[in-house]
C-alpha cells in the first residue's frame, strides 16, 4: 500500500478513535450508568436520538441485555483501548498496535453483525419505545451504527495488509551444520 494512502487511512481512524472517546462517554455509556451522572442536555440528546432514529436499543436497554453486554464491552474494554489507538495511528505506523487492533477490530465488527440483525430481523410493532418498522427506518437506523461497522474492517484490512504494520522479518539464522567433521581438541597430559 503507497506510504500516503496508508497516512490518509491513519488520520481517518484517528477521527474516528478521537470521536468515538467522546461518543462514549456522553451517549453510549447512558445505556448503562445511572441517568444523574449526565448533564440534560446529553440526557434531551440520547432521548431524541431514540424517538428521531427509532433506536429501541438506546432507548430501553435494559430489554436486551445481550445489547448492554456490548456497551459494558465498550466502555470498560474498548474505551481505554480508544486513547491508545487514537495515539498509535496519529504517530503512524507504529508495529506494536497491530495485534490489538486486530482484535479490536474484529470484537467490534462481530458485535455490529447482532446488531445489524436485530435492526432488520425484529418485529418492533408492539414495541414499548418507537422501533424501526420500515425497511426505510430500518436502514436510516443502520446507517447510524455502519461506521463502527466499516471503520474496523477498515483497521483490520490495514492492520493485515500493509507493509507498515507487518511484524518485521527476523534475519535468517545461518544453517546448523549437523554432519560429524566436528574439531575436536585432544588433551595432552
Known amino acids: 500500500m503507497a506510504k500516503g494512502l496508508t497516512r490518509v487511512l491513519e488520520w481517518v481512524i484517528v477521527v474516528y478513535f478521537a470521536s468515538h472517546i467522546i461518543i462514549t462517554i456522553f451517549f453510549d455509556s447512558q445505556a448503562i450508568m ?8 446529553f440526557l434531551d440528546l440520547v432521548r431524541d436520538y431514540c424517538i428521531f432514529m427509532k433506536d429501541e436499543m438506546m432507548a430501553d436497554p435494559s430489554a436486551y ?15 481505554p483501548f480508544f486513547f491508545v489507538a487514537t495515539y498509535a495511528f496519529y504517530k503512524g ?38 422501533g424501526p418498522v420500515t ?17 474496523p474492517v477498515l483497521i483490520l484490512l490495514l492492520m493485515l495488509f500493509s507493509d507498515d504494520y507487518k511484524p518485521a522479518k527476523s534475519p535468517e539464522k545461518p544453517a546448523v551444520s549437523t ?6 581438541k585432544h588433551k595432552t597430559r
Open 34 to 41: 445511572p441517568s444523574w451522572l449526565y448533564p440534560k442536555v
Open 65 to 79: 441485555p445481550w445489547f448492554m453486554s456490548f456497551v459494558y464491552g465498550e466502555c470498560l474494554l474498548q474505551f
Open 93 to 130: 505506523s507504529c508495529k506494536w498496535i497491530r495485534i490489538p487492533a486486530i482484535i479490536y477490530s474484529v470484537h467490534t465488527a462481530t458485535t455490529l453483525q447482532a446488531i445489524f440483525a436485530h435492526m432488520f430481523f425484529q418485529d418492533f410493532t408492539n414495541s414499548p419505545h418507537p
Open 135 to 151: 425497511l426505510e427506518e430500518r436502514l436510516k437506523l443502520a446507517a447510524i451504527y455502519c461506521p463502527y461497522f466499516f471503520l
Open 179 to 184: 554432519g560429524t567433521s566436528r574439531s575436536r
